[in-house]
């Protein structure tokens, strides 16, 4: 399903793996995304991004310390600010459930502020799971998807012939 570009996204560890196959495609379905990453991960985020902007998509690529409460509420605040709204954030960084709560904290905010959306983490925490339910409101729905989910989806994937 491809989204007008007011669609706004942060994706935290964004810059390899997951996360950056998550950026390319929701940059390619239009949203505007912010490839979130921490600092030893900078020049990567960076160059996914601009990658991704010389084909004419709107991503560009911030550093962010997801146990750092300021920094993420910095981060969630000034996008929202900067592009008008934020309507999904997606965290491939598999951190422990304390690193993520001021993620959700602030995300879930912002995103009713917009008028809705989701966040997604990607985790195989219990504990992430809980936090997860703990914060899903009435505008903002919490997803949580098991790291092994990934696994299984690329055995299955090679399974498959290739298209042309």
């Known amino acids: 399903m491809a989204y007008t570009s007011e669609r706004v996204a942060i994706v935290v560890g964004g810059a390899s793996g997951v996360g950056e196959a998550l950026v390319e495609r929701m940059a390619r379905d239009r949203w505007k995304v912010i490839v979130a990453d921490s600092d030893s991960n900078e020049r990567l985020a960076q160059q996914v991004a601009d990658n991704l902007r010389a084909s004419g998509r709107e991503v560009s690529a911030e550093t962010v310390d997801i146990s750092d409460e300021g ?94």
């Open 71 to 164: 920094e993420v509420a910095a981060l969630i605040e000034a996008t929202a600010e900067f592009e008008g709204g934020l309507h999904a954030i997606v965290d491939c960084t598999n951190n422990a459930a304390t690193q993520l709560a001021s993620l959700l904290k602030y995300g879930t905010s912002e995103i009713n502020n917009t008028g809705g959306g989701a966040i997604v983490l990607v985790n195989d925490s219990d504990a992430v799971l809980r936090l997860a339910a703990d914060h899903t409101t009435a505008g903002v729905r919490v997803h949580c998807l098991h790291t092994t989910t990934f696994r299984i989806l690329d055995e299955v994937s090679a399974l498959l012939p290739s298209l042309p």
